[in-house]
């Protein structure tokens, strides 16, 4: 498998607004700690799965938008983009994300994790029936 620059192929005439059919992330992960406005220290969870892959140079990067779990009585929001793709062996790959959440109950977090590896859910052509 691996990269394939054909892949692209099925992209719009602006090849840098690339779809790439059926390929995304799940993701998920932990922000840092924080005070919130009462002074309580937490965390917050985040999970969810990547938006489509968008061409970016000689890779592709996805969207992320997704909510924290909540603590109290807040959660944050994350919108993002990933970094390009980071290949690994047998042909699939994860992508970087850092930032930091929306701003709520006086205080944000700042995240950074790897997606998962790509379409994790594929079935290998030895199962299929």
């Not at 909510?67 to 699939?92: C, N």
């Given at each position: ?69 909540t ?40 995240y ?18």
């Amino acid at each position: 498998m691996g990269y394939k620059e054909n892949q692209y192929e099925h992209c719009s005439k602006d090849k840098n607004k690339c779809l790439i059919p059926n390929h995304n992330h799940e993701f998920l992960s932990s922000t840092d700690y924080a005070r919130d406005d009462e002074g309580e220290i937490h965390n917050h969870r985040i999970a969810g799965v990547t938006g489509p892959a968008i061409r970016f140079g000689n890779s592709h990067v996805h969207k992320v938008e997704a909510f924290t779990d909540t603590f109290g009585d807040h959660f944050h929001r994350i919108s993002d983009t990933t970094g390009p793709a980071i290949f690994l062996p047998g042909g699939k790959h994860i992508h970087l994300l850092e930032g930091e959440t929306s701003f709520n109950d006086g205080h944000d977090h700042d995240y950074f994790f790897a997606t998962l590896i790509e379409n994790p859910s594929e079935v290998p052509e030895s199962k299929k029936c």
